[in-house]
């Protein structure tokens, strides 16, 4: 809910309390995962609900865990649970005794129509869908918090993160100075951003989804990935109108990102810290859903401009071969995709030309 207030609406309200970044009432209309806990053993003591308590908390924290909603509780209060998600998961739980086939909430859902709105405001300033670009690219933003603004300043471009901020589309994960640093709290949201670019590029030049997922088919359970890499890779270099509006690495990341999102398998993961490193992008399988998965990814993409490329192409492949060599080197990353062959892939591009993709 944003925090426009009544006094914008009627004159006899100008004295009210905004409480929604109080730390005292941080926990106070979500979960804690001690309250998930509680709730869960209450239904499985009184015979509603079956399985492993600590299967299930590890299935819904990745989904639906990591809000924080006060600067003073950084670091000092546990993340929060969405109490709505939760709920969501444990009504088919209770009802169906298995998990939801989709972990998204559709309760939960930002109205596309209202965001939409919002970034048509474009036209007259500011650039609201680069903001949400590059937060579903980097998964965080910068920025100053809004605590409370009328409503004729809603249109303001630099309000636009604090709106997704009350729309629970970020959440606080950190400061630096004055400002604080927003990111996206889990999978539920961050599905949201991707769906989001997928609509956008989309409307630019119609891929076949259900022919790139039997594609997708083929790289996670016989780890066939070319196919499926090439289809992305040449639907970006023919597609005119995508290319003007998004080129370089991070956009490139954007991109695939954004298709890999059909891809059920796996929890797409762009700049994720593995080892010590950021890497473009990891596919991490679904294992605790999909435990037939048979093949896991990392995708280390590097762009470089035309005129660049011949003097430093060799130069950037060979630091990219060992940037991936060290993540999948690391502990997380075994962890992670346990029970699964790990393909790390190299993926060079001119322009907007893939020139050399290779497993390393």
Known sequence: MSPVTLDDLTSGFNIGWNISTNPFFNGMLDFSEE??????????????LKGDMEEMIREMKPWYDNYCFAEESLGRDPKM????????YLRNRVQLGESPKQMIDPNTKTDYNKMKNLIRLDCLDGDR??????????????????NSFSADELIKPEIFPSLLFYYGMLTLVGTRGDRVILGIPNNNVRKQYYEYLLEDFQSKGDINLNGLKDLFDGMTFEGDWRPALDFIARTYKENSSVRSSIEGERNIQGFFTAYFSI?????????????????????????????????????ELKYLPKDRFDKQSSVQW???????HGYAEGEKVRQLCRGTRLHCIVMQFCGWELVRMEEV
Not at 39 to 47: A, F, I, S, T
Not at 284 to 290: A, G, K, S
């Open 263 to 299: 891809n059920a398998y796996y929890l797409t993961m762009p700049e994720v810290e593995l080892n010590h490193g950021f890497c473009d992008m990891f596919l991490m399988p679904d294992l605790q859903r999909y435990p037939e998965i048979e093949h896991s990814y990392i995708l």
């Open 35 to 48: 309250d998930v806990r509680t709730m869960l053993r209450y239904y499985q003591e009184v015979g509603q």
């Open 318 to 324: 060979d630091a990219a071969v060992e940037q991936i």
């Open 81 to 88: 649970f969405n109490c709505d998600m939760v709920l969501y």
């Open 129 to 146: 869908k680069g903001v949400l670009r590059k937060i579903a690219e980097e998964g965080k933003i910068l920025t100053g918090l809004f």
